[in-house]
């Protein structure tokens, strides 16, 4: 059975990262030129000159030499980088060895910080956890590659159900062909040497991406990022949740939890009286960019709870999110669906789309007295739950 991703693919890059021979070591595996790079010495030293200090080497010894009787220079703290990966042992293991690590997410995450794109740098070197999608791969490569210098190196690891064995590809034009380093459990940690800058300019910007979304009322102009829920389409169970939306009157609160890149919303808001509002909450910061270019006027929110949103709210809509990592989990729905209650006006409704296949009236039926199916198609679900019908 492939590892659940969000551990093992860490800490196989941690203990890679905890044993690789110091950078400068002639044995370093992920030597690919002639001047390797060191967290000490980010650009790489320069070919026949001492070995730099290093945090696995940090009086610049050189193996099987003796110590040289040079001082001790003093040098910068080595910095890493880590991308996109919840988990913590690549950031501690890198931290034990001496680097000072940053740490960036889309998503946001208890510890991490979580903004629509990775701080500037420049950084000694960056980790990348490899994301679910092949253009979510190239784009945090290439924002890597914007924050190490030349000569630096970018690492990525991941498993193989992830797309690790073919993610070579991924890496932008100014990186040296990757090299593997470390191979356990279908996991593995792949490096490059950059030796020019990425071909796009840094920024959320150059990866935007626009298509046509079409819920029933005719084509719109839609705002997507790489990695946000449905890339480029109308997803089945948003669009079954749409079909079943009903007209808000005009001063009507809405909630879209989970909010993606706002097309619920904007159906909702489309649908109804002039006078509407919408409030999205979502808790990646680049579907919330991208809802903003979709639904200028509605409010974002970067939350992972409702109860932090103030209420009270006339409708709640959610396609809920029923995964954590590659598990199916249903945390999510059972905290959303308790917490509804408490920001829901009298008279308000909230309605789940899910596959039909999971128990969600059964979580329904716990916090509301009423409850119904209200769409049924393909394999999926309309549940509508509120405390007394209109
Ligand atoms: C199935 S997608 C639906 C997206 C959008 N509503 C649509 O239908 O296109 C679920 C969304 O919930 C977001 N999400 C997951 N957990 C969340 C949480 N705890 N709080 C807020 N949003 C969350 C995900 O980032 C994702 O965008």
Request: charged share 20%.
């Amino acid at each position: 059975m492939t590892p659940p991703p969000g551990e093992i693919p860490s800490e196989v890059a941690a203990a890679w990262a905890r044993r690789r021979p110091p950078p400068g070591d002639p044995v370093d595996p992920a030597r690919g030129s002639p001047t390797p790079p060191s967290p000490g010495n980010p650009v790489g030293a320069q070919h026949g000159s001492p070995t730099p200090p290093s945090p696995g080497n940090p009086v610049g010894a050189q193996r099987g030499s003796p110590t040289p009787a040079t001082p001790a220079t003093p040098h910068p703290t080595p910095t890493a980088l880590a991308l996109g990966d919840p988990a913590p042992h690549l950031p501690r293991a890198l931290a034990q060895t001496g680097y000072a690590v940053t740490r960036w997410h889309r998503h946001l995450t208890r510890g991490q910080l979580c903004a629509p794109w990775p701080p500037s740098g420049p950084f000694g070197e960056v980790w990348v956890r490899m994301p679910r999608s092949a253009l979510e791969a190239a784009m945090l490569l290439h924002a890597a590659a914007a924050r190490v210098a030349d000569g630096a190196r970018i690492y990525l690891y991941g498993a193989t159900n992830e797309g690790i064995r073919s993610a070579a590809r991924h890496f932008p034009e100014g990186t040296e062909p990757p090299v593997t380093l470390h191979i356990k459990r279908r996991c593995r940690v792949l490096a490059a040497t950059r030796h020019a800058p990425p071909p796009r300019p840094d920024g959320l910007d150059s990866w935007e991406l626009r298509a046509p979304l079409d819920w029933g009322s005719g084509p719109r102009d839609w705002t997507f990022y790489p990695g946000v829920f449905a890339c480029g389409r109308l997803d089945s169970a948003t669009a079954l949740l749409i079909d079943c939306l009903p007209a808000l009157p005009a001063g009507a609160r809405l909630l879209d939890f989970g909010a993606g890149t706002g097309i619920i919303a904007a159906a909702a808001l489309e649908r109804g009286a002039p006078g509407a509002e919408a409030v999205l909450l979502e808790r990646d910061a680049i579907a919330l960019v991208a809802a903003s270019r979709n639904l200028p006027g509605a409010t974002l929110v970067l939350g992972r709870g409702v109860a932090t949103v103030p209420g009270p709210f006339d409708l709640i809509v959610s396609n809920p999110p029923i995964h954590a990592g590659s598990a199916q989990s249903l945390a999510t729905v059972e905290k959303l669906v308790h917490e509804a209650a408490t920001v829901l006006a009298p008279g308000g409704r909230l309605l789940i789309v899910a596959q039909r296949r999971l128990p969600i009236p059964r979580i329904l039926e716990r916090t509301y007295p009423l409850m119904n199916t209200i769409a049924d198609r393909d394999s999926f679900r309309v549940w509508e739950a509120g405390r007394r019908t209109r």
